[in-house]
């Protein structure tokens, strides 16, 4: 079977959900967005949120979708930089409880935290501190790292440093993955627009949702979907309420979304992303694949963080790998 490696910000997501939208004006988070921030706007933003119950789980966009391939059966890894303190460890043990083999650099700074402020209607809202992922560098990056894997997953977060960004897509070429990109938000991909675009010929999977879409293109979702379709192997584009559109070469297809009680959309796409890339692996055509996909996305958001139980987990596995 294909194997996967990830690579992006080792965070912990701390989840609280806030009783109204109040609060994200007050922190001038706009809401939906990931804003990253400094070590005193994260203290500044956990001190307004310790009202609220929360909950930590191990988090960060590729992190995430590699912890599901792994629960999916499929084979990854996870490249990332963690601090030499408990949250550390709490990412670590978590990507190994589920057997993603860690490729892990460590530090004295801080380990990253992502405060995941969950709205009443389900929306997420993201203030991150990257804490020690930011010391993940292109220096750490070798050609043998990228060895023996089939897949890349690079998170459009890491285009923060956009050495390293660049650096691990050619390194994964070089090594003959093949590359999966996910704009990560539209704050991203607004910052970063002309040299994403510079960047998508060596992308062969690429994921976006109806707003990165917006804000890659200026045009409507399936306008994009025909633009990175004509550049990547597979063109993916989720647009809410309406599914997803999924293009490779003249195929396409549209994925169409059941309606569910969401409790916390934290993980969805990162979910998406997992289910589509392991239906792919296991030989699936792209209409079961997005299915797969907006199962898992359909199933996450149903719970409190980015992670799916113990149940989900085993009627899955029976509906799609048995």
Known sequence: MKKVLGIGNALVDVLTRIDNDNILNELGLPKGSMQLVDDKVSAKVAKALEKFDNSMAPGG????????????????????????????????????????????FHGDVPSGIAQAIISPDGERTFATHLGAAVLLSEKHLTLD?????????????????????????????????????????????EDNCDFLMDLIPQIDIVFANEEEAKALTHSTPEETLEFLSKHCE????????????????????????NKVNVIDTTGAGDMYAAGFLAGIINGYDLKKSGELGTCLAENVIQVMGAKLNDNQWEKIIHDYFK
Not at 165 to 185: H, N, P, R, T, Y
Not at 234 to 257: H, L, M, P, T, W
Request: glycine letters at 12%.
């Open 61 to 104: 966009s590729a992190a995430n979708t590699i912890h599901g391939l792994a629960k999916c059966g499929v084979e990854t890894g996870f490249i990332g930089f963690t601090g030499n303190d408990e949250v550390g460890k709490f990412f670590d043990n978590a990507m190994k409880s589920v057997g993603v083999k860690p490729i892990m």
């Open 145 to 189: 790292i990228f060895k023996g894997w089939d897949y890349c997953y690079v998170e459009g977060y890491l285009i923060a440093n956009r050495p390293l960004f660049k650096k691990a897509i050619e390194m994964a070429k070089q090594a003959g993955c093949k590359v999966v990109l996910d704009l990560a938000s539209y704050n991203v991909v």
């Open 234 to 257: 597979i063109a993916i584009v989720k647009v809410g309420s309406k599914g997803s559109f999924i293009k490779r070469g003249d195929e396409k297809v549209q994925v169409g979304v």
